[in-house]
């Protein structure tokens, strides 16, 4: 089974970019692999999956 995360990209007009991609790499080293990327309203979005861990 899978699980799924949105998340989009924060910070200054300046840093943001190299800030999205340190918290997609923070995030890839958790498991998480992005399956779509999209731009809306000026800001990247994201949306993240991996295998869901049995409880």
Same mark, same amino acid.
């Given at each position: 089974?899978? /699980?799924?995360? $949105? !998340?989009?990209?924060? *910070? %200054?007009? !300046?840093?943001?970019? /190299?800030? $999205?991609?340190? =918290? =997609? +790499?923070?995030? #890839?080293? %958790? *498991?998480?692999?992005? @399956? +779509? #990327? $999209?731009?809306?309203? *000026?800001? @990247?979005? #994201? !949306? =993240?999956?991996?295998?869901?861990?049995?409880?």
């Amino acid at each position: 089974m899978k /699980e799924y995360k $949105f !998340i989009k990209q924060k *910070g %200054t007009a !300046i840093k943001k970019d /190299e800030d $999205f991609e340190a =918290l =997609l +790499n923070s995030y #890839a080293k %958790t *498991g998480w692999r992005v @399956v +779509n #990327a $999209f731009v809306h309203r *000026g800001s @990247v979005k #994201a !949306i =993240l999956e991996r295998d869901k861990k049995e409880e």
